[in-house]
Nanobody
Framework: VQLQASGGGLVQAGGSLRLSCAAS????????MGWYRQAPGKQRELVAA???????NNADSMQGRVTIARDNAKKMVYLQMNSLKPEDTAVYYCNAVAKQLRFWGQGTLVTVSS
């Protein structure tokens, strides 16, 4: 199983980034896909998730600023982030969950400068 995240980088406050996660080795369409983030010294937290039926769930801290989407045919999940703030700086991880199975990607660093 591989979850390959990409799209991180350095962006100024107020800017946007689109993260992508390519999945392989799983029956993608049955998994809940999510994005989590972990800032230095903090616990990993949910940013947004999308269920197999397309239902989405965004963290309160990101409401109105993120959109998660999936492409089952391509086995991809995307996270569009807008109006980024310095406090959004973190490593962002792709996550796949189905029943008792949970997989993590390697993470992609997002740095938001003030």
């Amino acid at each position: 199983v591989q979850l390959q995240a990409s799209g991180g980088g350095l962006v100024q406050a107020g800017g946007s980034l689109r993260l992508s996660c390519a999945a392989s080795g799983i029956t993608f369409n049955i998994y809940t896909m999510g994005w989590y983030r972990q800032a230095p010294g903090k616990q990993r937290e949910l940013v947004a998730a999308i269920l197999s039926d397309g239902t989405t769930n965004n963290a309160d801290s990101m409401q109105g600023r993120v959109t998660i989407a999936r492409d089952n045919a391509k086995k991809m999940v995307y996270l569009q982030m807008n109006s980024l703030k310095p406090e959004d700086t973190a490593v962002y991880y792709c996550n796949a969950v189905a029943k008792q199975l949970r997989f993590w990607g390697q993470g992609t660093l997002v740095t938001v400068s003030s």
